[in-house]
């Protein structure tokens, strides 16, 4: 009932769009009407507690214990999702479309952090040696993925990581993952003060992403970090050599093929067995600093919006 009468109310605002672009001179600008169609078009998408859930408000946000995730957000895996994706992804919603994996993500932070505001209850200090991303602070996203399900290289020229992408990735839980650059003027290692205790930190729109190891989901061992934009995994620094056991883990390089110069290599892992490429948190020339991912995609990626 609720898909029907956000589609009936959509509908309706499309017509009232559609009438009100008929009436005006064709002189006037269109911005209204396209602002208009954005609305309906996040409606569809986000404002659905079967999609993302009740959108998260800082001064109020709470952990839920049940999900591990802030009260109110919709933590949902289909059954058609493989299941290195249905029993590590949370604090999202992920399904299949076709021949793509699709995650929705308000992309809120399921860590306590600065950049919630004092008056949060998710709120913590920095650490001692760290200064704010100026203003900055965590905002309700409407993150959209439609990743590859069956993943290859690109051949030829490879696309680039800094290509106007909102997001390269999300990790296990439901976060944005970023390139290997910093804001226009300085390279990443000069923002690294500015992250907070779980590596991470918002933009200027309030979007919360990590370029490095989120640190509640990986402290340089082989945990899987997520997901990049073109379907290939991304993990911590160390190798699982494919054992369950951690005590053999091991540096990529090392009973492994070392990596490249996106960080990925090809080797098999407890997850995919059989062997497949995929990323490492390892330390980026660009950067100057450890990133999840260097400057080009591996394969051909998918879209993103917010």
């Known amino acids: 009932m609720e898909r029907k009468h956000l589609l009936a109310s959509t509908s309706l605002l499309v017509l009232f769009v559609l009438i ?3 009436c005006k001179p064709k002189s006037d600008s269109d911005e209204e009407t396209l602002l208009l ?4 078009a996040s409606t569809r998408i986000c404002a659905n507690s079967s999609f993302t859930g009740t959108t998260v408000v800082n001064s109020t946000a709470t952990l839920n214990a049940s999900t591990d995730c802030i009260t109110g957000m919709t933590s949902s895996m289909s059954a058609d999702l493989p299941a290195w994706i249905r029993n590590n992804f949370k604090c999202a919603v992920g399904s299949v479309s076709g021949s793509n994996y699709v995650f929705r993500s308000q992309n809120i932070p399921n860590n306590k952090s600065y950049y919630f505001g004092s008056s949060s209850p998710m709120y ?7 200064t704010p991303a100026g203003n900055n602070q965590i905002a309700s996203q409407c993150l959209v993925y439609s990743i590859p ?8 020229t490879k696309t680039g990581t800094q290509s106007g992408y909102v997001s390269v990735g999300i990790t296990v839980n439901g976060l944005a993952i970023f390139n290997n650059a910093a804001a226009p003027g300085d390279v990443l290692a000069s923002e690294v003060s500015t992250f907070d205790k779980f590596n991470g930190h918002p933009q200027t729109s309030g979007v919360y992403h ?24 991304v993990y911590g620094q160390l190798c699982d050599l494919a054992t369950p056991a951690t005590g053999d883990d ?6 492994t093929p070392t990596l490249d110069a996106n960080h990925g290599h090809i080797a098999n892992t407890v997850l995919f067995p059989g062997g497949i490429y995929h990323y490492h948190y390892a330390y980026d020339s660009t950067a100057t600093t450890n990133t999840l991912i ?3 995609f591996h394969g051909t990626p998918g879209t993103v919006s917010n």
């Open 210 to 233: 990590h370029h490095a190891q989120p640190l509640n989901v990986s402290n340089n061992n082989a945990n899987l970090i997520g997901v990049l934009l073109d379907g290939f995994p």
């Open 20 to 22: 009100l672009t008929n």
């Open 124 to 130: 913590e200090a920095l650490a001692g040696g760290q």
């Open 37 to 40: 169609l954005a609305a309906a």
């Open 294 to 296: 260097g400057s080009q």
């Open 149 to 156: 399900s069956v993943p290859a290289e690109k051949t030829g």
């Open 250 to 255: 091991a540096a990529p390089g090392t009973g």
